[in-house]
């Protein structure tokens, strides 16, 4: 058998599997944090894994206060991460993907996100960032991102989002 062209599948499977790198094992974890930017790494990743034929794991992280015991009940939080977590799956039949999705309660999202793709074997790791208006700081999310950029076992991708523009009323 001769092949002239390259099949767009075998393209794609390629294009998915040099995206985990080197190894081309693992599975890919999806961080939901609630902004406009989970959508389209639902997406993404849910492309990479079907064409790498790899698991999603979409991940939303609940912080829980010190003050209160790790395992509270946070209703209004919960129903928040219920409702992210179904709109992820509904993205996620569409591109034709079966997603895992879970929600952690942690102190702190940036341990709990490393935790969850080293104890998933991820190759690869989706993580949002949408920067505040010009002139602002998010130092919490900043904090966050800083802690699995640099304990992650996994590759990271970092995807930004342009600060929202304002617009000066004349």
Known sequence: ?????????????????????ECAAGDIA??????????????????????ARRKVHLVHVIEVPRALPLKAVLSQESERADHLLSAAMEIARKVGSDPIAEVVQARDAGPAIVDE???????LLLIGLTRPTIGKTHAD???????????????????QDPPAQTTIAK
């Open 117 to 123: 793709a080293r104890d998933h074997h991820c190759g």
């Open 141 to 159: 999310l900043d904090r966050t991102v800083a802690y699995v950029l640099a304990n992650a076992p996994c590759r990271v991708w970092l995807v």
């Open 30 to 51: 999806v961080v939901l944090a609630g902004d406009k930017l989970d959508s389209n790494l639902v997406y993404l990743g849910c492309q990479m894994a079907k064409g």
């Open 1 to 21: 058998m001769v092949h002239l062209w390259g099949s767009r599948a075998k393209e794609e499977t390629e294009i998915s599997k040099s995206a985990l790198g």
